[in-house]
């Protein structure tokens, strides 16, 4: 079992940025997949960032640029640093860790961009 348990949500003006963490129980990266999803109200949750095991990362075209995923093997921590950010990107964030039939969340965070 993996707990993960997210941080570093809040309210903030468009424009700004955040930084979310992910705390996962144990030392997991080397061999689980990583990633940041997101759901808003009404919506589908979508998934924002990976990370996988050997390191590559790609994002949802509606954050490239903007967001940068991480992670610190040292302290078993994920990242999504999430700069000029947008209304749209309102919404509870979620940190996913999984490897074949593994599949582990957060809680998640709320995100909330005010215009």
């Known amino acids: 079992q993996v707990q993960l348990v997210e941080s570093g949500g809040g309210l903030v003006q468009a424009g700004g940025s955040l930084r979310l963490s992910c705390a996962a129980s144990?030392?997991?990266?080397?061999?689980?997949?990583m990633a940041w999803y997101r759901q808003a109200p009404g919506n589908q949750r979508e998934l924002v960032a990976r990370?996988?095991?050997?390191?590559?990362?790609d994002y949802a075209d509606s954050v490239k640029g903007r967001f940068s995923i991480s992670r610190d093997a040292a302290n078993n921590a994920v990242y999504l640093q999430m700069n000029s950010l947008k209304p749209e990107d309102t919404a509870v964030y979620y940190c996913?860790?999984?490897?074949?039939?593994?599949?582990?969340w957060g809680q998640g965070t709320q995100v909330t961009v005010s215009s």
């Open positions: 996913n860790a999984i490897r074949a039939k593994s599949d582990y």
């Open positions: 144990r030392s997991i990266f080397s061999i689980f997949a």
């Open positions: 990370i996988t095991s050997g390191g590559s990362t």
